[in-house]
């Protein structure tokens, strides 16, 4: 049966209409499409911008998203991050930086795709500021104390996101934070110490000024109470300052940097007066401190904590060597730097070469009254020349005066009889001294930056055992020679000279020491004003 001309007509009229309707639907569809995608890599674009890292990254991948697309990647990255960023608080960080309800906040509003182009820069910039600042710190040490002269880890925020792109999320976000095991155990002393807070605290305060084993009293239960509260004394119902209180009272001045007498003095007294708040700050300041120092520290290296007043010898993680030190004063120009270096060699019977800064401020003076003074002095000109004292020095100033001085070789020497060193542009050395009286104070800061020893001889033996079938022989015979000589390490040895008032004793507690300098005070404060919980103390 055939269709009639007209009957044909209408029904390619509306076939033609339907097709043309389509193909303008599919046309409407596709610049939607591109208009969208169009929009969201110019939102990415624009935001990322300000940021050369981050403009760099998006330039590369041709501006897709890692975070807010709809593919299993980004879902799990939005995952791990959260929940990172929602314990970013344990780690002493501060979480308004990348918080994890206004990323959860900005997911949710965003609408269009300019929303999420948006979205997508800003989490990464998030990201990068996390990484930062749980791998290299939030400050910069030297702002806040020009003598903290350490050098931090780098992270390259372009390579950062190169490789969090292409690796397990979590896994990655994990591996950012220090390795060392201290870093782990400050976090779980400060997660106890803010449930202690959250409890009340360790209860009232000791009074009085003095309370000696024998005594009993309101003073005494005082005493047994903040001990058993703060984990040193087994809980009792004695009245009397017995010998477990009084091992009790040494064992909290050990952990202290206290002599351990046992005797609750008017220093222990109110160190056990400090409340747990002050404690979770040094805390803190601790945890930023091993974020400057995540980086490889030697399997052998020599640790020298400056408020501890003490230099270890640092083995596969344990101490195999330990004597006290004396650090520089607290004066301006006398304060020990804090950084790391290699120690190369040691030098015995050394001279001391006079830094210019000691001839011309406590010399010269004496010089210009008396020629003669500081006798055992050599006064030599730039060609090393001794000077003849005879024609005196009062014609000069602390700018004008043209000599050096120097120490030879002697017991006497400043330097003592050996010298340890770590060549650096701060002029800073471990060495022996004359002036041994000063290892028996608690607080040892005499010096004018160098680091004394107590024990340098024993320091050189366990130097040298490794390179040395008799160590102590060989160290004593360039000793006798009475000749200034140079032995090389012939493995280098890392040197790291820290500020902790805060640090983890591995069988577990805590110890603590005085803010000799004063630095663990400005850290907190500048930790405070990045937004820095401070729990029990405010924010």
């Not at 989490?123 to 996390?130: G, I, Q």
């Not at 020298?304 to 060597?321: R, S």
């Not at 015995?348 to 010399?363: F, H, K, L, Q």
């Given at each position: 049966?055939?269709?009639?001309?007209?009957?044909?007509?209408?029904?390619?009229?509306?076939?033609?209409?339907?097709?043309?309707?389509?193909?303008?639907?599919?046309?409407?569809?596709?610049?939607?499409?591109?208009?969208?995608?169009?929009?969201?890599?110019?939102?990415?674009?624009?935001?990322?911008?300000?940021?050369?890292?981050?403009?760099?990254?998006?330039?590369?991948?041709?501006?897709?998203?890692?975070?807010?697309?709809?593919?299993?990647?980004?879902?799990?990255?939005?995952a791990a991050f959260l929940q990172v960023v929602e314990r970013a608080g344990d780690h002493g960080l501060p979480q308004g930086r990348y918080d994890a309800a206004t990323i959860r906040r900005m997911?949710?509003?965003?609408?269009?795709?300019?929303?999420?182009?948006?979205?997508?820069?800003?989490?990464?910039?998030?990201?990068?500021?996390?990484?930062?600042?749980?791998?290299?710190?939030?400050?910069?040490p030297k702002?806040?104390?020009?003598?903290?002269?350490?050098?931090?880890?780098?992270?390259?925020?372009?390579?950062?996101?190169?490789?969090?792109?292409?690796?397990?999320?979590?896994?990655?976000?994990?591996?950012?934070?220090?390795?060392?095991?201290?870093?782990?155990?400050?976090?779980?002393?400060?997660?106890?110490?803010?449930?202690?807070?959250?409890?009340?605290?360790?209860?009232?305060?000791?009074?009085?000024?003095?309370?000696?084993?024998?005594?009993?009293g309101e003073s005494v239960v005082a005493l047994r109470d903040r001990l058993t509260a703060e984990g040193y004394l087994r809980r009792s119902a004695t009245q009397v300052y017995d010998d477990e209180m009084r091992a009790a009272v040494a064992s909290f001045q050990a952990d202290n940097g206290l002599e351990p007498d046992g005797v609750a003095g008017g220093t222990t007294i109110a160190a056990l007066n400090i409340p747990p708040e002050e404690r979770i700050g040094q805390i803190l300041v601790a945890l930023e401190r091993e974020r400057w120092m995540n980086i490889?520290?030697?399997?052998?290296?020599?640790?020298?904590?400056?408020?501890?007043?003490?230099?270890?010898?640092?083995?596969?993680?344990?101490?195999?060597?330990?004597?006290?030190?004396v650090i520089g004063k607290d004066e301006s120009g006398f304060r020990t730097p804090e950084f790391s270096d290699v120690m190369e060699y040691m030098v015995?019977?050394?001279?001391?070469?006079?830094?210019?800064?000691?001839?011309?401020?406590?010399?010269l003076p004496l010089l210009r009254q008396n020629p003669y003074a500081v006798s055992y002095l050599e006064i030599t000109d730039r060609q090393g020349r001794v000077v003849n004292r005879g024609r005196g020095f009062s014609q000069y100033t602390a700018r004008t005066f043209p000599y050096a001085?120097?120490?030879?070789?002697?017991?006497?020497?400043?330097?003592?009889?050996?010298?340890?060193?770590?060549?650096?542009?701060?002029n800073?050395?471990?060495?022996?001294?004359?002036?041994?009286?000063?290892?028996?104070?608690?607080?040892?800061?005499?010096?004018?930056?160098?680091?004394?020893?107590?024990?340098?001889?024993?320091?050189?033996?366990?130097?040298?055992?490794?390179?040395?079938?008799?160590?102590?022989?060989?160290?004593?015979?360039?000793?006798?020679?009475?000749?200034?000589?140079?032995?090389?390490?012939?493995e280098p040895v890392p040197v790291h000279l820290v500020y902790r008032t805060a640090y983890t004793k591995p069988e577990g507690g805590m110890e603590y020491r005085g803010d000799v300098y004063g630095r663990d005070r400005r850290i907190l404060d500048a930790l405070r004003a990045a937004g820095v919980a401070m729990p029990g103390m405010g924010s």
């Open positions: 049966m055939s269709l009639s001309l007209p009957a044909f007509r209408p029904a390619l009229r509306r076939s033609i209409a339907a097709a043309l309707l389509s193909a303008a639907a599919l046309a409407l569809n596709a610049h939607g499409a591109l208009a969208q995608v169009t929009a969201f890599k110019q939102a990415i674009a624009e935001g990322a911008a300000r940021d050369d890292a981050l403009s760099a990254f998006y330039r590369e991948n041709g501006y897709q998203p890692i975070w807010v697309g709809d593919d299993e990647d980004d879902l799990k990255r939005r997911l949710g509003t965003a609408r269009s795709s300019r929303d999420r182009g948006r979205a997508e820069v800003e989490l990464s910039r998030m990201f990068l500021a996390y990484a930062h600042d749980i791998h290299t710190g939030i400050l910069e702002q806040i104390d020009e003598t903290i002269v350490r050098a931090t880890p780098e992270l390259d925020p372009l390579d950062t996101l190169r490789r969090f792109e292409t690796s397990l999320p979590l896994a990655f976000l994990r591996n950012l934070m220090p390795t060392s095991p201290e870093y782990v155990r400050l976090i779980r002393e400060k997660m106890h110490l803010q449930d202690v807070v959250a409890r009340g605290g360790w209860g009232p305060e000791i009074g009085g000024s003095r309370i000696e084993p024998g005594q009993s490889e520290r030697g399997k052998r290296h020599v640790w020298v904590n400056l408020t501890d007043f003490k230099a270890k010898i640092i083995d596969d993680g344990e101490v195999t060597f330990e004597t006290r030190s015995v019977n050394p001279s001391w070469y006079v830094p210019r800064s000691i001839v011309v401020n406590e010399y001085m120097r120490q030879g070789p002697s017991e006497r020497n400043a330097l003592g009889l050996v010298k340890f060193m770590f060549p650096n542009k701060y800073i050395y471990l060495h022996d001294t004359p002036s041994k009286s000063l290892f028996s104070q608690t607080r040892r800061a005499f010096s004018h930056g160098c680091i004394r020893l107590n024990d340098p001889f024993d320091f050189a033996y366990a130097l040298l055992a490794r390179q040395s079938d008799d160590p102590v022989g060989e160290f004593q015979r360039h000793l006798r020679s009475k000749a200034e000589s140079r032995i090389n390490l012939k």
